[in-house]
């Protein structure tokens, strides 16, 4: 299974490997909810900072 970043509305950023299309988690650190912050390759986000911003809030739009 892949690892996945959340994030909670804390900010709090979670590793957690789960199922494919799970797109929230409970938060361990303030049992909030926390949403996945990139669908994939976490190593990119380690690597490259905080592009991960961007991609949520493009991907997001409006439907
Ligand atoms: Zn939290």
């Known amino acids: ?3 996945y ?4 509305p804390n900010g709090k950023i979670t590793e957690k490997m789960v199922k494919m ?6 938060c361990p ?7 996945k912050i990139l669908s ?5 986000l380690k690597g490259g900072g905080w592009y991960a911003d961007g ?8 439907k």
């Not at 650190?29 to 949403?35: L, R």
């Not at 991609?55 to 409006?62: A, E, F, I, R, T």
Request: aromatic share 10%; hydrophobic share 20%.
């Open 21 to 26: 299309g799970t797109r929230q988690i409970t």
């Open 5 to 8: 970043e959340f994030q909670c």
């Open 29 to 35: 650190h303030c049992g909030k909810k926390a949403t």
């Open 40 to 44: 994939a390759c976490t190593f990119t």
């Open 1 to 3: 299974m892949p690892v």
């Open 55 to 62: 991609y949520s809030s493009s991907k997001k739009g409006k």
